[in-house]
């Protein structure tokens, strides 16, 4: 089921994802501090900095758990959901995670957490009540794998440092209206002109350029954990079928947001209809790869 290279190559991807937004609000905090001749402000976008990282790195699963609104599960009245995940756990090799689920009747489900020790898979009521047996070993066969693959460290630390990353923007956009300190000196003055500016542009770009890290991390981990966890449970229709039931479910996940939507099975925020037909450049705004993609290359494998 592992992928030992792509494993290590998720641990390195883990640090370098850490230190480019390190270096995205360090460029921020830079620019706005020349522009209004104050290093407070690069001082303290360097701690923000550092203060989210530690943060999403410790805390990113408990604060995507309470984003979506997911309660613990109860052993005695999931005693299925607890057998299969440690079923699935027992094959793969894997500690059991935590498991909880979202009270909602649209089907969905994610894995969360920094490492195998340190993970939980989250279903919706809607995924136990709407698949059957194999369909839903399919989905959290597709979930070990990305908790095995290290997939998760890299999915939940985006969650809170891409919004770290629109958060700090916001905020310097907000404080560059009300301007800086006036320079007697002209030459000065248009040389903060350019400087501001250019933080302007920093601050509008910055978040859509960290989103768009995001949705490429996601979609890159997608067929990579279909594969794995079809290989986990030897039936990749289980988790084909369940691919084509939770799409096929036009009811949006209430818990769901653009934040976490890219750590869902499918896109839960049901934007993906239609989308396998555009171009590359819209695709580049997509959480998740065409649904139909998927669902092909796993009824094309041969075990």
């Not at 594969?227 to 209430?254: N, Q, V």
């Amino acid at each position: 089921m592992l992928t030992y290279e792509h494993i290590a190559a998720n641990k390195r991807e883990s640090w370098i994802l850490i230190f480019s937004f390190l270096i995205i609000i360090s460029l921020l905090g830079f620019v706005f501090a020349q522009a209004y001749n104050n290093s407070a402000i690069l001082y303290f976008a360097v701690g923000f900095s550092i203060f989210s990282s530690l943060i999403s790195y410790y805390f990113s699963d408990s604060i995507t758990l309470a984003l979506s609104r997911a309660q613990e599960a109860d052993r005695s009245s999931n005693p299925e959901l607890y057998r299969s995940v440690e079923n699935l756990c027992i094959a793969a090799g894997l500690p059991t995670p935590r498991i909880y689920i979202i009270e909602d009747t649209a089907p969905n489900a994610f894995a969360t957490g920094r490492d195998p020790e340190h993970a939980a898979v989250c279903v919706t009521t809607g995924v136990l009540a709407k698949l059957e047996k194999p369909e839903l070993e399919g989905v959290i066969a597709h979930e070990l794998s990305h908790i095995g693959n290290y997939d998760i460290r890299v999915m939940t630390l985006v969650v809170v440092l891409v919004g770290t990353v629109t958060l700090l923007a916001d905020w310097l956009l907000r404080a560059s209206f009300f301007g800086g300190r006036k320079s007697d000196d002209r030459e000065g003055g248009q040389l903060k002109m350019v400087l501001m500016i250019a933080g302007l542009i920093l601050a509008i770009l910055s978040p859509i350029i960290a989103t768009l890290i995001k949705m490429a991390v996601s979609r890159k981990r997608e067929f990579l954990a279909d594969a794995s966890g079809a290989l986990l449970t030897r039936y990749p229709e289980g988790l084909a079928r369940a691919l084509e039931k939770i799409s096929a479910d036009t009811e949006p996940l209430e818990a769901a947001n653009k934040a976490t939507a890219h750590m869902y099975i499918i896109n839960p925020l049901k934007e993906h209809k239609g989308q396998s037909s555009v171009g590359w450049f819209s695709n580049m705004f997509n959480t998740h790869p065409p649904i139909e993609e998927r669902i092909q290359r796993l009824r094309e494998m041969n075990l």
